[in-house]
């Protein structure tokens, strides 16, 4: 008996030492930047030397100064406008796509699945530069489609304009990523049993029904984790601004998320102050991680319990 517990003892300190060297990385690349930026928020001083202890003062800064509250609310609202476009467009364009592919047989399936997932492969600022030049008021390429089908009245400066700036870059984003959920959604989708599918059908069930009662509550979880990168990936979304419009988020800030307004404060130097200001910096990052460590509980208490639990819990009761 001794001599079992030993081997027990033994081989779970072998597993720790196993996982020790995935500990230590994480620790240094994702667990002390995250407490070290915390830190940092509650100090302030002159460049890259934060000496002067402020308390919650960068926060009280961020959240009731005119000019540096202002902009902060316009890239967090601007965000949450990014996110639920995503959300509309890409995942439920993804969602169908795998649902298109996973179709019984649908012919060319690898040269669609190809064809969707080739814009994830590339760059993102090549990406940005292509479709700015497509969405140029005076030559872009839409624009002249547009006109020449007679739909010149449509024909916009879509990244001049502030009530269209945002959409447009939202939408290029969603091209780009929608290869993406697709994969994650037609992946969950074959993993399904052909049985239920046929089980359905002998009583009766149609295509609609079948996705409603069976796909969609199987792929729950995936929609979940989907959810929650899209979530994420948004909420520090900068590239994507940068290549298209730039870092002060033109026109008049309409395109301004939060990964541009914090590398503006805390990186660029471009605040008002004329040189980074890593105390308010370190503030706008710290109120990043709270949203989405908020954002990523409340998605996993919505999506992240398997049906088959919750039937079994119910049964029980």
Known sequence: MKQGLAVRKESGAVWFLYALPALIVYAAFMAYPVINSLRLSFFSGKGYVLDNFVG????????????????????????????AIQMAVQNTLGLAFALILAGKGFRGKGLFRTIIFI??????LVTGYIWKLILNPQWGALNIVLTNIGLGNLALPWLGDPHTALGAI????????????????????????EDLFEAAEIDGAGGWLIFVKIKLPLLLPIIGIVSVLTFVGNFNAFDVVYAMEGANGPPAYATDLMGTFFYRTGIAGQHPVGIPDLGLG????????????????????????????KRGREAVQ
């Open 282 to 309: 370190a503030a706008v990052a710290t109120t990043t991680f709270l949203v989405l460590f908020a954002g990523i509980l409340l998605a996993n208490r919505l999506t992240g319990e398997r049906p088959e639990k």
């Open 56 to 83: 919650f003062g960068n926060y009280v800064r961020l959240f009731t100064d005119p000019e540096t509250s202002t902009r902060f609310f316009t890239a967090f609202r601007n965000t949450w406008v990014f996110f």
């Open 119 to 124: 814009p994830v492969t590339l760059s993102v």
């Open 170 to 193: 939202s939408l290029v984003s969603s091209w780009q990523w929608v290869g993406l959920p697709t994969m994650m959604f037609l992946a969950g989708l074959e993993r399904i049993s």
